[in-house]
C-alpha cells in the first residue's frame, strides 16, 4: 500500500493523459478553460496530466501531515520539483520541461549520494538501512555506488526515451518502464545483499 501511495500522482498522471487522449477536443476545451488560449489540441493531454500530478502531489503530502504531523523530506523534494517543472510547463505550455522532470530526480538523489560520500564521507544507504541490515564495509560502498550509477542511468535513460520516442511512449515508460526498471533492480540488490547478509550473520 505504501508503494502504491508513494505512486499516486506517477499513476494519476498516466491516467490522465490516457483519458485525455481519448477525447482531445474536450480535453483541449478543458485545458483552455483553465490555462488560456494558446493552447494547441495535442498539447491538452499532456498538460492536464501535468496539473493533475502537481494537485496529486499536493494532496499526498496534506494527507500525510494530516496523518503523521511530519512529511518525509523526499516528498517535499518531489513536490518542489514538480511544482517547478511542471508549472513551468504549464506556464509556457510546452512538455519539454514535465519531461526533465524524472531526470532531475534522478540526478538530484544521484548526485546526493555521490556527493555525501565524498564530501562528508557519509554513507546515505547505509544510515537508512543499518538499523534493519548488518553488512561488512565494503559492502555499503558498493550498495551506495550501484545507487548512484543506477540514479544517473535512470536519468539519462528518460531523457533518451523522451526525445527519442513520441510522448505516448515516453508517458507508457515513466511508469511501466521507470517503475519496472526499479523493481528489478532493488530484486537484483536484494539477492546481492543475501548472501553477504548470510556471510555475516553465520
Not at 496539473?51 to 500525510?64: D, F, H, S
Request: glycine share 8%.
Amino acid at each position: 500500500m505504501k508503494i502504491l501511495f508513494d505512486l499516486l500522482p506517477v499513476i494519476l498522471f498516466f491516467a490522465a493523459y490516457k483519458f485525455a487522449g481519448h477525447d482531445p477536443a474536450a480535453a483541449h476545451e478543458l485545458a483552455s478553460r483553465i490555462l488560456g488560449n494558446g493552447i494547441e489540441t495535442a498539447q491538452a493531454p499532456i498538460l492536464i496530466a501535468t496539473a493533475v500530478a502537481i494537485l496529486a502531489t499536493i494532496g499526498q503530502i496534506g494527507w500525510v501531515w494530516f496523518r503523521h504531523r511530519k512529511v518525509d523530506t523526499m516528498l517535499w523534494v518531489s513536490l518542489a520539483i514538480i511544482v517547478v517543472f511542471g508549472g513551468a510547463t504549464l506556464f509556457f505550455h510546452n512538455p519539454t520541461f514535465i519531461k526533465w522532470k524524472p531526470t532531475a530526480l534522478y540526478w538530484l538523489f544521484g548526485i546526493t549520494l555521490a556527493g555525501s560520500e565524498l564530501l562528508f564521507r557519509r554513507n546515505l544507504i547505509r544510515k537508512m538501512l543499518e538499523a534493519q541490515v548488518r553488512l561488512p564495509e565494503p559492502v555499503w560502498g558498493r550498495l551506495s555506488h550501484a545507487w548512484t550509477a543506477f540514479f544517473i542511468s535512470m536519468g539519462v535513460l528518460n531523457l533518451y526515451v523522451a526525445y527519442n520516442f513520441s510522448e505516448e511512449a515516453w508517458v507508457n515508460f515513466k511508469l511501466f518502464g521507470g517503475m519496472g526498471l526499479m523493481l528489478l533492480f532493488v530484486l537484483a540488490q536484494g539477492l546481492y545483499l543475501s548472501k553477504h547478509i548470510q556471510e555475516e550473520t553465520s
